[in-house]
């Protein structure tokens, strides 16, 4: 059974750089899974970031694309986000997830991600 | 962009009745349809994908239906453990992959 566990800081300040890691556990992320980044603000509803595969192809939000950066560190086997530029607007639980086809086969726990000086 | 639009926000419902959700794609997504199950503080869980098709340990009394732009995600009678929000997806259009805005179902 594939898990994922999200991790990083909490809290980032307006302009900074929110950087985390999802780690894999119980399957490879060289597998044919896509590995995604999907956020929800707090009582709203789910935003998908974008997703990276083994390869390290990626696809991104357009609405997000010029400051967000996936990127896969096999060996270790895990993946990671970065969104660059942070506002208040960024502020949302962020959950890392495994999808095989389109949909979310696998979730982590989610990482709240507080934007505040 | 492909919109999905869910209805209705709220849906009181009492254990034992039927729930039935809405899903409205802003185009066809043919039946690249999936849906969730999200309870609070936790992360969503796969009910359904490819519209109709229960994920591996999801009981029979959800089931979905529907293809193209209009689809529905049914629980037959509703268990204490089903009050949670609903949300559905599709994966017809990767460029974005796109999210409803969720329906509660709650106690009534």
């Known amino acids: 059974q594939v898990q994922l566990q999200e991790s990083g800081p909490g809290l980032v300040k307006p302009s900074g750089t929110l950087s985390l890691t999802c780690a894999v556990s119980?399957?490879?992320?060289?597998?044919?899974?896509?590995w995604s980044w999907v956020r929800q603000p707090p009582g709203k509803g789910l935003e998908w970031i974008g997703e990276?595969?083994?390869?390290?192809?990626?696809n991104y939000n357009p609405s997000l694309k010029s400051r967000v950066t996936i990127s896969v560190d096999k060996s270790r086997n895990q993946f990671s986000l970065k969104v660059n530029s942070v506002t208040a607007a960024d502020t949302a639980v962020y959950y890392c997830?495994?999808?095989?086809?389109?949909?979310?086969?696998?979730w982590g726990q989610g990482t709240l991600v507080t934007v505040s000086s | 962009e492909i919109v999905m639009t869910q209805s209705p926000a709220t849906l009181s419902v009492s254990p034992g009745e039927r729930a039935t959700l809405s899903c409205r794609a802003s185009?066809?997504?043919?039946?690249?349809l999936a849906w969730y199950q999200q309870k609070p503080g936790q992360a969503p869980r796969l009910l359904i994908f490819?519209?109709?098709t229960r994920a591996t340990g999801v009981p029979a009394r959800f089931s979905g239906t529907g293809s193209g732009t209009e689809f529905t995600l049914t629980i037959s009678s509703l268990q204490s453990e089903d009050f949670a929000v609903y949300h559905c997806?599709?994966?017809?259009?990767?460029?974005?992959?796109?999210f409803g805005g969720g329906t509660k179902v709650e106690i009534k």
């Open positions: 997806q599709q994966y017809h259009n990767w460029s974005p992959l796109t």
């Open positions: 990276i595969n083994h390869s390290g192809s990626t």
């Open positions: 997830g495994g999808n095989y086809g389109g949909h979310f086969d696998y």
């Open positions: 119980g399957g490879s992320i060289s597998s044919s899974n896509w």
């Open positions: 185009q066809s997504v043919r039946t690249n």
């Open positions: 490819g519209s109709y």
